[in-house]
């Protein structure tokens, strides 16, 4: 379990939807509990999103693995 919030990236290396784009697409944080708060930092509806964990997100936003998490 995590001790203190970590912060991080998502670089996308291909965009199957054509919507958000590559590259770095998001940066978020994730809280010790496990929660995750998104801020989208592309796009023409840029937007926060709250997840309960990283594979949920993954789940969602991961473009089937062309999608990294970059913490630090």
């Known amino acids: 379990m995590l001790t203190k919030p970590l912060t991080f990236t998502l670089y ?3 965009d199957i939807s054509g919507i958000s784009g590559t590259g770095y697409v998001a940066v978020g ?6 929660n995750i708060i998104i801020e989208w930092i592309v796009g023409d509806h840029r ?8 594979d949920d997100l993954l789940a969602i936003h991961g473009h089937n693995g062309s999608t990294e998490v970059h913490y630090g």
Do not use: A, L, T, Y
């Not at 944080?29 to 496990?34: D, I, M, Y």
């Not at 937007?47 to 990283?54: D, L, P, T």
């Open 12 to 14: 996308r290396k291909k």
């Open 29 to 34: 944080v994730e809280f010790p509990s496990g």
């Open 47 to 54: 937007s926060i999103e709250i997840h309960n964990s990283m």
